[in-house]
């Protein structure tokens, strides 16, 4: 079992940057498929971004361009680089895990605000 923490979410500017951490426990991290959902007040939640072990990467057309995920298997942590960012992109950005899924992860964080201001 992975368990995960997240952090780095904050207020900021639209067109500003900001870059998501999430910390995993467990010494079975590279084997995961790690991602990013975040969710909206009244909206359900939603995928951002995947990266499986091998660093093969995806991307919810949304935030294509804008967002990178990447992670550093040594410091069990992945991130998520935010640019350009929108007021839409306001939500609870979820850290998750799973060995397989990329859309259906069952080890999900406890979740970091991103508050993005006109």
């Known amino acids: 079992q992975v368990q995960l923490v997240e952090s780095g979410g904050r207020l900021v500017q639209a067109g500003g940057s900001l870059r998501l951490s999430c910390a995993a426990s467990?010494?079975?991290?590279?084997?995961?498929?790690m991602g990013w959902f975040r969710q909206a007040p009244g909206k359900e939640r939603e995928f951002v971004a995947g990266?499986?072990?091998?660093?093969?990467?995806n991307y919810a057309d949304s935030v294509k361009v804008r967002f990178t995920i990447y992670r550093d298997n040594a410091k069990n942590t992945v991130y998520l680089k935010m640019n350009s960012l929108k007021p839409e992109d306001t939500a609870v950005y979820y850290c998750?895990?799973?060995?397989?899924?990329?859309?259906?992860?069952?080890?999900w964080g406890q979740g970091t605000q991103v508050t993005v201001s006109s």
């Open positions: 998750a895990a799973d060995i397989s899924s990329w859309y259906r992860p069952n080890t």
């Open positions: 467990g010494r079975t991290f590279s084997r995961f498929v």
């Open positions: 990266i499986s072990w091998s660093g093969s990467t």
